[in-house]
């Protein structure tokens, strides 16, 4: 029988890691996200599971922590809130360059600088269009309740493994605070270290005899090297782009008008498009699940079909930018936003989309 | 003699390691990192320990350590290299794990991750080369750069009412209860090169017994950043650097 919990969003992720059979949790503590590291060390994973969990001295001592991890080909993870994640950028970027799989949780808080602990999306651009030196994604999934917290925990590992590529869960401090019930994974064993060798061929478990040494870095002084690097990992965001896009729509098939929201926004957008449908308004609304890849040639085809959309985010307008790429120019698109840590109201929202699409 | 008469293995007395590989090495000569990576290749050969054993690489003149020696390796961000070997030594605790870095990577940029690493007494290794300056970038003055030292950024010597003092970070390290053998060691001769050698396998028998962080300091040359011959480099170090980085076990528990 399924195992129904009412939990943090935050103590979801924490038990879908344990549950799916992650290695190692390396972290540092910062609201509103604390929770994560919290609910494993209660748990003591390392008793059952054998999984490792460690306070790290700092985010970027974290990063680097799951950089080494990673590289032997282990299942691991860090977490933070934005003024943690600026500082993991570094990290991020060797390890998108070194193609190391691993998982990374933020937990969004309302910036810049220390801002504040409530809730933002203001790491959208931070977050899908690279965030670190140097040219590289990362898949970017953007969860809207709780279960997804649990469920995006699994498939970021899943994605990750499947690319060797860092995926971010990219969450905000209502999603990871909240409780709701959760249905959550079944037990998965972590790997063994055969397995590792086997699948991972790459990881550095230490070299056999026989085989050639791994090396794991993010080094090619020779131009001509290092373009061929970029080039595979373009081809690689292709291949993502082209086969991981997830979205899910909500009253879409009539709309005249489209809200595009992602987490927070998109659970308080479903109110608004109640909301207008009961005055006669058709609206439809989108959620990315996916933010890198971003469901552009849906979003082109509800261009062709719509005489509007609302790109609504906790944000000055950040994935506007991509709305308006995917719809080029074809309706018009605006922006509705709260900045600071502020979540708009459902009515907020109609009245905005009122004042600036449905005319 | 012909060179094959030479070569004939009757004849043999010293043979370079196995571990050792073939790629040429891009150290210029008289730098200390070539007989370093010798010394460890050759501990990691004699001691059976190939299998089992994972390098993190630095930035600096060390970053491509990974050519030279056939283990597994990874390369680390600049100063990050015990926070990755934590992350590989927690998740493979039988393996031998050791980090090989320079002044700048260990003392400057990573000295957060230095500290805590050997405070949480991660059962590692630290190789250290202490030769007081950036070789890699071009000269520039390093956490352990000589008062009055010349160097790329402190032209006219190092002034400590600008700088700071030269930081003995070695010393701090053998304060901190999660080291277990701490010591100062060079190579600029024979004595010299083999009491490093049993350092090297001192360490590396510590992370088995699970005794805490060895810390290996190599008090070296850059005859390059110094602008001196390699030999003139072996007497200014030891004129110089010796008194400031004496050499000898700072802590052995």
Redesign the interface.
């Known amino acids: 029988m399924e195992e129904v919990r009412l939990m943090k969003g935050n103590e979801a992720i924490a038990e879908a890691a344990i549950r799916c059979g992650c290695?190692?949790y390396?972290g540092y503590p910062i609201t509103p996200q604390s929770e994560i590291m919290e609910t494993m060390m209660l748990l003591k994973p390392w008793e059952t599971t054998g999984m490792?969990v460690?306070q790290?001295?700092?985010e970027?001592?974290?990063i680097?922590?799951?950089?080494?991890?990673?590289?032997?080909g282990?299942k691991?993870m860090t977490s933070s809130s934005s003024p943690g994640i600026s500082l993991k950028q570094?990290?991020i970027s060797?390890i998108a360059s070194?193609e190391l799989p691993c998982v990374i949780v933020n937990v969004m808080r309302g910036g810049p600088g220390l801002g504040t602990i409530q809730p933002s999306q203001a790491d959208y651009y931070q977050s899908v269009k690279g965030g670190g030196h140097g040219d590289y994604k990362m898949i970017v999934l953007a969860p809207a309740s709780v279960q997804e917290m649990a469920d995006h925990t699994v498939l970021a590992f899943d994605l990750a493994f499947k690319y060797r590529t860092p995926v971010m869960l990219l969450a905000d401090g209502v999603i990871g605070q909240m409780m709701e019930k959760v249905v959550l994974p079944p037990f998965q064993p972590r790997m063994t270290e055969e397995e590792i060798r086997e699948k991972y061929p790459w990881g550095?478990?230490?070299?056999?005899?026989g085989n050639k040494?791994?090396?794991?870095?993010?080094?090619a002084l020779l131009s001509e090297e290092m373009e061929k690097t970029n080039n595979h990992l373009q081809a690689k965001y292709r291949e993502i782009e082209k086969n991981e896009v997830l979205y899910e729509e909500f009253q879409c098939e009539d709309a005249d008008y489209l809200i595009v929201a992602f987490g927070t926004c998109a659970r308080v957008c479903q109110k608004t498009v109640e909301m207008a449908r009961e005055e006669g308004i058709k609206v439809g609304l989108l959620r990315p699940i996916t933010l890198f890849p971003f469901p552009t040639e849906t979003i082109k085809k509800y261009a062709e079909q719509t005489k509007g959309m609302l790109s609504v985010e906790m944000n000055a307008g950040q994935m506007i930018d991509d709305v308006r790429l995917a719809v080029n120019g074809k309706v018009p698109v605006e922006h509705y936003g709260r900045l600071g840590g502020i979540v708009p109201a459902p009515d907020e929202v109609l009245n905005a989309l009122k004042e600036k699409i449905v005319k | 003699m012909t060179t094959n008469e030479i070569i004939n293995p009757a004849n043999l007395v010293h043979k370079k390691t196995d571990l050792l590989t073939d790629v040429p090495m891009h150290y210029c000569p008289g730098c200390s990192h070539g007989v370093v990576h010798k010394l460890l290749a050759e501990v990691i050969d004699e001691m059976g320990i190939?299998?089992?054993?994972?390098g993190?690489?630095p930035v600096g003149c060390a970053?491509f350590a990974?050519n030279y020696i056939?283990?597994?390796?990874?390369?680390?961000?600049h100063g990050?290299a015990p926070?990755?070997?934590?992350?590989?030594?927690?998740?493979?605790p039988e393996?031998y794990v050791f980090t090989y870095q320079g002044d700048g990577d260990l003392a400057a940029i990573g000295t957060?991750?230095t500290i805590?690493a050997c405070n949480r007494g991660e059962n590692i290794m630290i190789i250290f080369i202490n030769n007081g300056i950036y070789g890699m970038t071009g000269g520039q003055m390093a956490p352990t750069t000589l008062e009055g030292m010349k160097t790329s950024t402190s032209p006219y010597g190092r002034n400590v009412e600008l700088n700071g003092y030269p930081l003995n970070i070695t010393k701090l390290l053998a304060e901190l209860e999660g080291t277990c053998y701490v010591t100062r060691q060079s190579v600029h001769n024979v004595a010299g090169v083999r009491r490093a050698k049993k350092a090297i396998q001192k360490g590396f028998e510590n992370s088995e017994l699970k005794k805490g962080t060895s810390v290996i300091e190599i008090v070296s040359t850059c005859n390059s950043g110094w602008k001196l011959s390699p030999a003139a480099s072996n007497d200014w170090m030891v004129k110089n650097m010796f008194p400031a980085y004496p050499l000898g076990d700072l802590k052995n528990v």
């Open positions: 290695d190692g390396f490792v460690l790290a001295e700092s970027v001592a974290a680097n922590m799951v950089y080494g991890a990673a590289g032997c282990k691991s570094e990290g060797y070194a550095t478990l230490g070299k056999l005899k040494k791994n090396v794991i870095t993010s080094l | 190939q299998e089992e054993t994972i993190v690489a970053v990974y056939d283990i597994d390796w990874q390369q680390a961000a990050r926070a990755v070997a934590t992350g590989i030594k927690r998740l493979l393996r957060a991750e805590h």
